[in-house]
């Protein structure tokens, strides 16, 4: 069954039992002040805030559960990015660009009130993608669980004793 959320995101993530989710793709305020919602004082305040959603979603996620975030702000992703890797159990595996096309043009040709003219336009964004838990390489799986690839394991155990090695052990 799926379920979709829009609510307050700390408020729900609490009401949900640990390790009940799958997927949780976010697009969080990025701190730009461009609104009350999207404002903090530093951006350590920031970081430090996305740290509590950040470990409410690890928790409600299911081991090997996955992460998409999306921001725009390359200085606030790193500062993420380092706080994910140093203080939460999420392993990096992707970083994509949504490429927003010609929206530079139509701003510069369609000018507003709210839209001065003043500064560049954000032409893309980014969504990272993690996945909870420690990634292992193949090789690493295959070595850690004596049940994985059993045919494999045989041919090279043959290979080893027809050739003269030992043979022994994983």
Not at 24 to 30: E, I, L
Not at 48 to 76: A, I, Q
Request: glycine content about 4%.
């Amino acid at each position: 069954m799926i379920k979709l959320y829009n609510d307050d995101c700390l408020s729900v993530l609490k009401k949900l039992p640990a390790k009940s989710i799958d997927l949780c793709v976010t697009d969080p305020p990025y701190n730009i002040k461009i609104a009350k919602w999207d404002s903090w004082k530093t951006n350590k305040a920031y970081v430090d805030f996305m740290k509590n959603v950040f470990y409410e979603v690890s928790r409600v996620l299911k081991d090997n559960g996955s992460l998409y975030f999306f921001h725009s702000d390359m200085e606030l992703i790193a500062m993420l990015m380092e706080m994910i890797r140093s203080d939460l159990p999420f392993t990096f595996n992707s970083f994509l660009i949504w490429d927003k096309g010609n929206f530079r043009s139509l701003a510069w040709k369609n000018p507003t009130d709210k839209n001065k003219l003043r500064s560049w336009f954000n032409t893309c964004e980014f969504c990272l993608y993690y996945t909870k838990g420690e990634s292992k390489t193949g090789w690493e799986t295959i070595c850690l669980d004596t049940n994985n690839f059993k045919s494999l394991r045989k041919y090279a155990y043959d290979l080893m004793q027809f050739i003269g090695l030992s043979g022994g052990g994983d």
